[in-house]
């Protein structure tokens, strides 16, 4: 026994012993980083990081870094990489959403900007255009040209670089172009995931010629997968920037290709799109700045939960516990009702400050009862109007100077709509479907299928500040899931004090609006099921959740967190 207590305090000096910079505390949170008081640790780096989902696109991120270039043209190279090596997230036929934050320069202040690029209703877009004959969404048509919206990917990232950029936009493409061209082996994972596409992309050539041998034969792990096509279509948007997308061959194989289909995209509707650049949603949690993603994105309906969460002490009540876990899907599910309001132009105006305001939070917080859940019948519906003054992948990078991008983009689901417009190599979005189709009255409002509508989601990319500067940047895909990803991430690191790695890597619960279950990942103690069904919860266990890719900065190091839920991922610092 003597020996153990010996055993345990040498364990306890190397711990105490940890330089000043690696300590187990990193300001009020952050957590044990080298020392042995959690089993995850972050990797670590210097000079700058960038975390991906795909080890591929991390390392030629990074590269960028090496070679000068900060942190916005890291992300565009990431994100340009990732749509050869990650195809059925990582895309040029998507689109999503960026906070960035510059730091400020002998010529320029401090900037924290928002970029939307997500999907847009074409032009002639009709209320039963995705319809079946019994007026309800046709599936079928969404998994088809129909149901692709305007892509904005090329667009966000051209508007990025103008901003902010300092390497030349050829030479972030060139990266991926070569990858495409000369071709990446398959991991297994990679190569799985496709060849379980083969039925959904049977009948939509262009995909079956872009990611399947002659015959409809998949790739196998450990094969060469070259991408012709797609390397032409990166070139053209290499050589014009975001006209090799949006006019000239490109744009005429896409509109060719989508008309062939039965879609409605044409030419005008990719001339005319624009990214929207606005400022973040900004609030704070338990002292710590956060700039969230604003409509159509769900930072909104985060912030609302943190903000709600705020008025409960889950550092007491601990992490795991079944009163925690009651507390944040109580807050989630009231967060979730209230996204009903979370809409886009032209013909809806979300309240996004009285969704995010502290005031409205309160009144909401009251809601939540110690023993009991909410259900459809005891969750009224919010009204924050009194408080308004008048497949997804995910990627991070930071870099020397202090500037961070937070990026995720997406097809909507994995592989999109599982079609390719012939010659241009690149999956298309789903994202048209993700409006009200066929459905009308209270909670719709907000998302109905209009023409020039632009296309929301539950995707939030956050960046936490300390001091002024970035400290966390996190975000994940998901879908239905990335918004209680989101809650428990931030809780985990400024409430419970993990790490980023031992924060991404607990087990997560999801839960979404008054009358769905409250799920839980692998890893949960079985004791905590009928502990939450007590308060009436009806518990499900579910499949991993999300894949968030974070990087906290702090001391001058670079503390990246790359997801184990998804292969492949990886975390890598400049040095």
């Not at 959904?200 to 041998?213: E, I, L, Q, R």
């Not at 998949?218 to 032409?232: I, N, S, T, V």
């Not at 961070?404 to 999956?427: D, E, R």
């Not at 899931?481 to 809650?487: G, L, R």
Request: overall charge positive.
């Amino acid at each position: 026994m003597r020996r153990g207590f010996r055993c345990l305090a040498g364990l306890l000096a190397i711990t105490l012993a940890v330089p000043a910079g690696l300590v187990a505390q990193t300001g009020p949170s952050g957590g044990d980083i080298v020392g042995y008081g959690e089993i995850h640790h972050p990797t670590i780096g210097r000079d700058g990081m960038v975390v991906s989902q795909n080890a591929i696109a991390t390392r030629v991120g990074v590269e960028i870094l090496r070679k000068g270039g900060n942190a916005v043209d890291a992300a565009v190279a990431t994100a340009f990489a990732l749509a050869v090596t990650l195809p059925r997230a990582g895309n040029v036929g998507g689109g999503g959403y960026m906070l960035i934050h510059m730091a400020p320069t002998a010529d320029r202040p401090a900037q924290t900007i928002a970029i939307d690029y997500y999907g847009q209703a074409p032009r002639a877009t009709t209320p039963d255009l995705l319809l079946d004959a019994t007026g309800r969404f046709d599936r079928d048509k969404g998994y088809s040209m129909k149901g692709v919206a305007i892509p904005g990917t090329v667009a966000g990232l051209w508007e990025a670089h103008q901003r902010f950029g300092k390497l030349r936009w050829g030479t972030l493409i060139a990266p991926a172009i070569a990858l495409a061209r000369n071709g990446v082996v398959l991991s297994d994972d990679e190569a799985k995931a496709t060849a379980e596409q083969a039925k959904a992309m049977a009948d939509d050539p262009g995909a079956m010629a872009a990611f399947f041998k002659p015959g409809g034969v998949a790739y196998r792990a450990g094969e060469l997968f070259r991408q012709p096509d797609l390397a032409w279509s990166l070139k053209q948007i290499a050589a014009r920037g975001r006209d090799g997308f949006y006019k000239g061959p490109v744009a005429e194989r896409l509109v060719a290709g989508v008309k062939a289909g039965g879609g409605i995209i044409d030419a005008a509707d990719l001339a005319g799109y624009r990214a929207i650049v606005s400022q973040p949603i900004w609030s704070d949690y338990r002292g710590q700045r956060i700039a969230y993603m604003p409509p159509t994105a769900s930072g909104v309906t985060v912030a609302e939960a943190m903000n709600i969460l705020e008025h409960f002490p889950l550092a007491e009540t601990g992490w795991g516990s079944a009163a925690t876990l009651h507390t944040v899907a109580e807050a989630v599910k009231i967060a979730w009702s209230d996204r009903r309001l979370v809409g886009g132009a032209p013909d809806w105006n979300t309240p996004t400050k009285g969704l995010a305001s502290k005031g409205f939070a309160a009144e909401r917080a009251k809601l939540i009862q110690r023993d009991k859940t909410l259900g459809t019948a005891t969750l009224p519906d919010g009204n924050p109007y009194p408080y308004e003054s008048r497949d997804t992948t995910h990627f991070s990078v930071a870099d020397a100077a202090g500037n961070a991008v937070t990026n995720t983009y997406t097809l909507s689901a994995s592989y999109g709509a599982h079609v390719v417009a012939p010659g241009t190599g690149f999956l298309l979005n789903n994202s048209f479907g993700n409006l009200a189709w066929g459905l009308r009255g209270a909670g719709r409002e907000a998302t109905q299928p209009v023409p020039g509508k632009r296309v929301g989601s539950t995707i939030t990319p956050i960046i936490v500040f300390r001091d002024d500067k970035p400290w966390l940047l996190t975000g994940t895909p998901g879908g239905g899931y990335i918004i209680a990803t989101m809650v428990q991430l931030l809780s985990n690191v400024i409430d419970h004090r993990l790490n980023i790695a031992e924060a991404a890597q607990r087990p997560r619960i999801n839960q979404s609006g008054p009358g769905a279950p409250i799920e839980l990942e692998p890893g949960f103690s079985p004791d905590i099921v009928p502990l939450l069904e007590a308060r009436g919860h009806d518990v499900k266990p579910s499949a991993t959740m999300g894949s968030t890719q974070s990087i906290m900065v702090t001391n001058g190091l670079f503390l990246g967190a790359a997801d184990t839920r998804r292969p492949d991922a990886l975390a890598l610092g400049v040095r």
